[in-house]
């Protein structure tokens, strides 16, 4: 592992100077799932691009419980580093057919077949492989086939950056219009003083929503936001001039994205990163 | 192979060359892809047969000569101004054609194999570009393709036909097969359209590589200065293989798409 060292340094990488070839992945996502139209998202709340139709290819519906990497399909195409080198996330930029804040994002784990009508703690499990300190990861419940109309909560019972097991998440709405639709995301806030996550051990629907329905729960951890402002519009993170500075992206990352919309139409979203290696 | 440091990217810099672009005028629509392969100047032809354009063909930016014994060219730079903010993307036309109907329900061939460029076809799209006005009936469009290890695939569907995937220059990327664990393409067997559009028009499918985007966020006429260090830019700095046959695919914030600009490059060791 080496840090980049300044400007030089970078532009070397950048061009090709380094033990390894710069990374330039690019990305589309048509607003379909599976050859067909997607759900509408709702404004302002966040939608999981992972079923989206494009480049990559739309990610599956997870069953049990896996941790993702870069040869899961629906992660962002990338090459995982050699020699104990790391790579550097140093552009992100996308535009897209309608305004919105596009995330991007390390997909650590994902469970699927989770039922919106069961009301006992449902089991999630697994081990991360990245970012297994836990700062930082977010944990949200993503709808793959739609649940019920009646809204109820969700918690999780998780492990915090502190490895203290047993936490319980703040209970946030869970079914319901606005809280049921497939592709849905529904952040799991973290009890007070927390700040991150290890691992999940289960999540508990409060009372059924009326209709099984299929959730999954996935952790993952943010790399960039990216504003759209309007339709055609480019956003972009430039971390060689733009503060935080420069993200590590974690070896065989699953990059993947969520969409946060300003409008209830499905988005279609083109894109890309650098990413260079040291 | 590189700029080493900031001084040689500096130096290449004060020596760098430049590709013009122009996009006359372009009826789009917010925030979807255009080809400008038959608008731009310079004014390619619609294909018919498939081949693989070069830097040669009509219709390409060209660097104003071939890079040196040993040397690259890289795209270290741009500036474009343009009637209305969008993203200008850069890709390399790795192998096209055309003449493909939108009332025809069967397969139709397309035979079109990404280049020596990038026989890999690692980082290439499926684009289908819109040669003449197809109908307003709106239909679905797959393809059958090799993926990058050489594995056939079948796109998913996407809508073609009707307002917004009809129109004369509209390009519409073709999503990868779930199925399939290799990103990229190396070859097109042929496409299908599921139901009539109404229209034959003429459409045809490519395999795109994107290289270097533009991006401009401002108003009318105030220039993007986009730059690996300035930013406004996407894609890092990056080569532009020999005989590359670039060409621009924008996403325009508006109705009309018009815009003039150039890419700056420089000579580098391999």
């Given at each position: 592992?080496?840090?980049?060292?300044?400007?030089?340094?970078?532009?070397?990488?950048?061009?090709?100077?380094?033990?390894?070839?710069?990374?330039?992945?690019?990305?589309?996502?048509?607003?379909?799932?599976?050859?067909?139209?997607?759900?509408?998202?709702?404004?302002?709340?966040?939608?999981?691009?992972?079923?989206?139709?494009?480049?990559?290819?739309?990610?599956?519906?997870?069953?049990?419980?896996?941790?993702?990497?870069?040869?899961?399909?629906?992660?962002?195409?990338?090459?995982?580093?050699?020699?104990?080198?790391?790579?550097?996330?140093?552009?992100?930029?996308?535009?897209?057919?309608?305004?919105?804040?596009?995330?991007?994002?390390?997909?650590?784990?994902?469970?699927?077949?989770?039922?919106?009508?069961?009301?006992?703690?449902?089991?999630?499990?697994?081990?991360?492989?990245?970012?297994?300190?836990?700062?930082?990861?977010?944990?949200?419940?993503?709808?793959?086939?739609?649940?019920?109309?009646?809204?109820?909560?969700?918690?999780?019972?998780?492990?915090?950056?502190?490895?203290?097991?047993?936490?319980?998440?703040?209970?946030?709405?869970?079914?319901?219009?606005?809280?049921?639709?497939?592709?849905?995301?529904?952040?799991?806030?973290?009890?007070?003083?927390?700040?991150?996550?290890?691992?999940?051990?289960?999540?508990?629907?409060?009372?059924?929503?009326?209709?099984?329905?299929?959730?999954?729960?996935?952790?993952?951890?943010?790399?960039?936001?990216?504003?759209?402002?309007?339709?055609?519009?480019?956003?972009?993170?430039?971390?060689?001039?733009?503060?935080?500075?420069?993200?590590?992206?974690?070896?065989?990352?699953?990059?993947?994205?969520?969409?946060?919309?300003?409008?209830?139409?499905?988005?279609?979203?083109?894109?890309?990163?650098?990413?260079?290696?040291? | 192979?590189?700029?080493?440091?900031?001084?040689?990217?500096?130096?290449?810099?004060e020596e760098q060359r430049s590709i013009n672009i122009s996009i006359a005028s372009l009826a789009t629509i917010a925030g979807r892809t255009y080809d400008t392969w038959t608008t731009a100047p310079p004014v390619g032809t619609a294909p018919t047969t498939a081949t693989n354009p070069t830097s040669a063909t009509t219709g390409a930016l060209a660097p104003p000569q071939n890079a040196g014994t040993g040397l690259d060219w890289r795209i270290v730079s741009s500036r474009f101004s343009a009637l209305s903010p969008g993203v200008y993307i850069v890709c390399d036309r790795q192998?096209?054609?055309?003449?493909?109907?939108?009332?025809?329900?069967?397969?139709?061939?397309?035979?079109?194999?990404?280049?020596?460029?990038?026989?890999?076809?690692?980082?290439?799209?499926?684009?289908?570009?819109?040669?003449?006005?197809?109908?307003?009936?709106?239909?679905?469009?797959?393809?059958s393709y090799n993926d990058s290890d050489t594995v056939s695939r079948a796109t998913t569907a996407v809508v073609l036909g009707g307002t917004g995937f009809r129109e004369a220059g509209r390009t519409i990327l073709l999503p990868f097969d779930p199925a399939s664990t290799a990103g990229g393409v190396t070859y097109i067997a042929n496409a299908t359209v599921l139901a009539t559009t109404g229209t034959a028009g003429n459409f045809g499918i490519s395999i795109i590589q994107p290289l270097f985007a533009i991006l401009v966020p401002d108003t009318s006429g105030v220039a993007s200065?986009?730059?690996?260090?300035?930013?406004?830019?996407?894609?890092?700095?990056?080569?532009?293989?020999?005989?590359?046959?670039?060409?621009?695919?924008?996403?325009?914030?508006?109705?009309?798409?018009?815009?003039?600009?150039?890419?700056?490059?420089?000579?580098?060791?391999?």
């Amino acid at each position: 592992m080496a840090a980049i060292t300044d400007l030089s340094d970078l532009i070397s990488l950048s061009s090709g100077g380094g033990t390894a070839q710069p990374q330039n992945p690019w990305f589309f996502k048509q607003a379909r799932i599976a050859g067909a139209a997607a759900t509408a998202p709702i404004a302002g709340r966040p939608a999981s691009l992972w079923r989206y139709d494009g480049s990559p290819a739309a990610g599956a519906v997870p069953t049990t419980v896996a941790a993702c990497t870069n040869a899961t399909v629906g992660a962002i195409q990338l090459t995982s580093p050699g020699g104990g080198r790391e790579l550097h996330l140093i552009q992100a930029w996308a535009t897209g057919l309608v305004g919105g804040t596009l995330i991007l994002y390390d997909r650590l784990l994902h469970i699927g077949g989770l039922s919106g009508t069961v009301t006992t703690a449902q089991t999630v499990g697994g081990t991360l492989t990245r970012y297994t300190d836990g700062v930082g990861n977010f944990a949200m419940a993503e709808i793959y086939t739609i649940i019920g109309t009646t809204a109820t909560t969700i918690t999780m019972s998780y492990t915090d950056q502190g490895g203290t097991s047993g936490q319980t998440s703040t209970a946030v709405v869970f079914g319901g219009t606005g809280f049921r639709e497939v592709t849905r995301a529904i952040y799991l806030p973290l009890a007070a003083g927390d700040t991150g996550v290890q691992a999940v051990a289960s999540t508990t629907v409060l009372a059924t929503t009326g209709t099984a329905g299929n959730f999954g729960i996935t952790v993952g951890h943010p790399l960039a936001y990216i504003g759209i402002g309007t339709a055609g519009a480019p956003g972009w993170r430039d971390f060689v001039t733009g503060l935080p500075g420069i993200p590590t992206v974690g070896d065989d990352a699953c990059l993947s994205l969520l969409w946060i919309p300003v409008t209830t139409t499905a988005p279609e979203i083109l894109g890309g990163l650098g990413i260079v290696e040291k | 192979m590189a700029f080493s440091t900031l001084a040689a990217y500096k130096d290449a810099i004060e020596e760098q060359r430049s590709i013009n672009i122009s996009i006359a005028s372009l009826a789009t629509i917010a925030g979807r892809t255009y080809d400008t392969w038959t608008t731009a100047p310079p004014v390619g032809t619609a294909p018919t047969t498939a081949t693989n354009p070069t830097s040669a063909t009509t219709g390409a930016l060209a660097p104003p000569q071939n890079a040196g014994t040993g040397l690259d060219w890289r795209i270290v730079s741009s500036r474009f101004s343009a009637l209305s903010p969008g993203v200008y993307i850069v890709c390399d036309r790795q192998g096209h054609m055309g003449g493909l109907s939108g009332t025809v329900t069967t397969a139709q061939t397309v035979d079109v194999s990404a280049s020596g460029r990038n026989s890999t076809g690692i980082g290439c799209w499926i684009a289908l570009t819109i040669y003449t006005q197809i109908g307003t009936t709106a239909t679905t469009v797959t393809a059958s393709y090799n993926d990058s290890d050489t594995v056939s695939r079948a796109t998913t569907a996407v809508v073609l036909g009707g307002t917004g995937f009809r129109e004369a220059g509209r390009t519409i990327l073709l999503p990868f097969d779930p199925a399939s664990t290799a990103g990229g393409v190396t070859y097109i067997a042929n496409a299908t359209v599921l139901a009539t559009t109404g229209t034959a028009g003429n459409f045809g499918i490519s395999i795109i590589q994107p290289l270097f985007a533009i991006l401009v966020p401002d108003t009318s006429g105030v220039a993007s200065a986009a730059g690996f260090i300035s930013g406004c830019s996407g894609g890092g700095i990056p080569k532009i293989p020999d005989d590359a046959c670039l060409f621009v695919m924008p996403i325009s914030t508006s109705t009309n798409c018009i815009g003039a600009g150039a890419l700056l490059i420089s000579e580098t060791a391999e």
